[in-house]
């Protein structure tokens, strides 16, 4: 097994993909838009996947939030709200929020489960401030540390409830970029003790089966290299003083904050100290200088990997109800 996960180009596995897959064995794969016709076509691909690779624990992601970040979108599938809806309810009733947060969760967790996804890249626990970068401004859960953590915990636990496995992004937080990571690298200038307010969702998180990095320079901690690729930040700060032991990931290796081949940045994050990297734009020929750059995954990786895989138990659940409920108390803050 390679420590990556690989995007697919459709809403079919292609040929050239199967066979691809089939030798280079990767760690999981993620899903877009391209990849999500309707559950019948969803379904058929993930089953496909699990077919190929021998067994029903495949991790298969998507980036499922609410708000503008949904794979699966209407018609086809129900729209879902972003984080800021329940921060508004925060505001009025803590524990309404908190509840909706669940509810709402576990709704999103069975949609996706229904069409065979296991791991939904959720919650985001970002901090946010006032000149935070729209890009994660408009999903993110407040700008009060314990209030992120309690929502990001809710949407946890909803998940799970699902059947789903929940990643907790971005590490070691986002929330002080200026500048959206997609384009540009950026670069934190605020010192350790302000950061702690960033660490601190994270860290009362700790205990989540999966987390992501983020492609960003905290000059406090590593002045030259951003999170993905710094050891001192992934052992010191996500390892050491948040206190994370789950599955590492990167965000998207491709993202223009990070420079050089995608194979050079795989490489660069899995030495770092990554368990495993993401790269998400199906592109034939850098998933086989990826496979061909890295070598088998680590045991501990894969440890982690098996580990994360098996932190959920499905439970019954029905979704009118949940939706229901989970609407009736952000109603409570219209």
């Known amino acids: 097994m390679k420590p990556v996960i690989f995007g ?12 691809f897959f089939a030798e280079a064995r990767p760690a999981g794969y993620i899903l877009f838009k391209r990849n999500c016709v309707d559950r019948q076509q969803l379904l058929a691909l993930t089953d496909s996947l699990r077919e190929l690779e021998g067994r029903d624990d495949v991790a298969i992601l998507i980036d499922q939030e609410g708000g503008r970040v949904a794979r699966l ?4 599938w129900p729209a879902f709200p972003a984080g800021p809806d329940f921060d508004r309810l925060y505001d009025v009733a803590p524990m309404s929020a908190i509840e909706a947060a669940r509810a709402n969760a576990t709704a999103l967790g069975m949609m996706l489960a229904e069409v065979g996804i296991t ?5 985001i626990l970002d901090v946010i401030r006032p000149e935070t970068t729209e890009a994660i401004s408009i999903r993110a859960f407040g700008s009060e540390p314990m209030r992120v953590g309690a929502l990001g915990r809710a ?4 998940l799970a409830a699902a059947g789903v496995v929940g990643v907790v992004k971005h590490m070691p937080g986002h929330g002080r970029a200026l500048v959206d990571s ?7 200038t605020a010192s350790e003790a302000e950061l702690e307010d960033d660490l601190a969702p994270f860290r009362a998180l700790a205990h989540a089966p999966m987390g992501m990095t983020s492609h960003i320079v905290f000059e406090a901690w590593d002045r030259k290299a ?4 710094s050891p001192t930040i992934i052992e010191e700060v996500i390892r050491g003083r948040i206190g994370f032991d ?6 998207d290796i491709d993202m223009k904050a990070l420079s050089g081949t995608p194979a050079d940045k795989a490489a660069g994050a899995i030495a770092a100290g990554c368990d495993v990297v993401l790269d998400c734009w199906a592109r034939m020929d850098e998933m086989i200088a990826i496979a061909d750059r890295l070598s088998d995954i680590a ?5 982690r990997l098996d580990i994360a895989m098996g932190s959920v138990k499905k439970e019954e659940g029905d979704f009118a109800a949940l939706i229901a409920k989970r609407d009736a108390l952000l109603a409570m803050a219209a």
């Open 8 to 19: 697919l180009s459709g809403p079919i596995l292609t040929a050239d993909e199967r066979a």
């Open 73 to 76: 979108a209407p018609p086809e």
């Open 119 to 123: 791991v939904d890249c959720h919650p």
């Open 155 to 158: 949407t946890l636990e909803g």
């Open 182 to 188: 997609h384009h540009l690298l950026p670069t934190v």
């Open 226 to 229: 951003p999170a993905t690729m």
């Open 246 to 251: 789950g599955l590492l990931m990167t965000d």
């Open 299 to 303: 045991p501990r990786a894969r440890e």
